[in-house]
């Protein structure tokens, strides 16, 4: 009798092992690491220095394959010129599992 609690604890102890690891592996499984895309709109755009930056969202999106839409999300987290009438943009996006895209953007630099 003795024999056979043990062999059941043993049992019992091994299932909860295996339920646990699976729901662990399902979990991580299911995480999204993904991130947004970013995509701009065709042709060129100008941006003129002291202007406010956000005229260079328009028409930008950002899209996610599990959150959809993340257009809101985007930022331009730096404006740096090139050279000449030329100026990068850089945008970030976020999903709602923290992953971030980055995407540059060539612009019409017009200085003040």
Do not use: C
Not at 18 to 35: E, M, S, Y
Not at 73 to 97: Q, R
């Amino acid at each position: 009798m003795k024999n056979n609690v043990r062999g059941s604890i043993i049992i019992l102890e091994a299932l909860a092992i295996i339920i646990t690891a699976t729901l662990i592996l399902r979990i991580k499984a299911n995480k999204d690491i993904v991130p947004p895309v970013i995509t701009f709109p065709e042709g060129t755009v100008s941006y003129t220095q002291g202007d406010d930056p956000q005229v260079l969202l328009s028409g930008v999106t950002a899209l996610d394959e599990r959150d959809g839409d993340v257009t809101d999300s985007i930022i331009i987290s730096s404006i740096s010129v090139t050279g000449g009438a030329e100026a990068i943009a850089v945008y970030h996006a976020k999903d709602t599992g923290n992953n971030v895209a980055m995407a540059e953007r060539s612009v019409r630099f017009t200085p003040n």
